[in-house]
């Protein structure tokens, strides 16, 4: 595991915690420091605050993705939403505000690594599920492959699982809450926001249009309506 913080009250203090739940750690204090540490590394999992001095977590984020893409929890001191979706958008797989609690962010990394575990099991055993094709939207779940207009579309593990959750029920409405609890694997509500970020993250990617907003409940998805109907109508 490695943590990339500058503060180093906190990093010892992330550090100290996660080695008592049992993973090897090691800190990282700026940007560059961090890109070469996860190159030797390869870390199951990088811990990487948003502020650094040097390159800042978002490029660190970017060049470890481009490099050996691996699992990133963000930390952020602002409660910015524009921070957070560019993270996401970066490759990051989720994030924590600061000031948070250490149950939390252990709780954040183990469901993090489990959905990676999933990821990966999927991809050793290919899922037999035909793809889910919805207009010009096409969701291999073998493959773990998403298409919109014939252009392939790069969705993060977590993006990936909650984009089939919703579209295998199309204009099903699914609760913040249920999406939670299967996609990230959270047995509370305390991270809803952290849903409303993937969904506008995954909005982003794919358009819009595909995921509907049901006010004070959650999303649906909705199947894009062929050129050719549309036309017609």
């Given at each position: ?108 990394l ?93 909005r ?19 199947p ?10």
């Open positions: 595991m490695l943590v990339v913080e500058d503060e180093s009250t906190i990093a010892t203090a992330i550090a100290q915690r996660l080695t008592a739940e049992g993973w090897k750690v090691e800190v990282a204090r700026d940007g560059l420091t961090a890109v070469s540490a996860a190159e030797r590394l390869r870390p199951d999992a990088v811990v990487l605050d948003v502020m650094l001095p040097g390159i800042d977590g978002l490029e660190v984020c970017r060049r470890l993705q481009a490099d050996n893409p691996v699992p990133v929890l963000m930390l952020t001191a602002r409660d910015d939403e524009t921070d957070m979706l560019v993270g996401l958008g970066v490759g990051a797989d989720d994030y924590i505000t600061k000031p948070f609690s250490m149950r939390e962010l252990v709780a954040r183990k469901a993090l690594l489990r959905r990676v575990d999933r990821a990966a099991q999927a991809a050793a055993t290919p899922s037999s599920e035909p793809p889910i094709v919805a207009g010009d939207v096409v969701i291999d779940r073998a493959q773990r492959r998403v298409m919109r207009a014939g252009e392939e579309v790069h969705l993060t593990p977590t993006e990936f699982e909650l984009l089939v959750m919703l579209a295998s029920t199309p204009r099903t409405v699914l609760t913040r809450e249920r999406l939670l609890a299967e996609v990230w694997d959270w047995a509370d509500a305390s991270g809803t926001r952290t849903v409303d970020s993937h969904i506008k993250a995954v982003r990617k794919l358009g819009p249009e595909l995921i509907r907003t049901v006010h004070g409940v959650g999303y649906a998805f909705e894009p309506t062929p050129p050719d109907d549309a036309a017609g109508a």
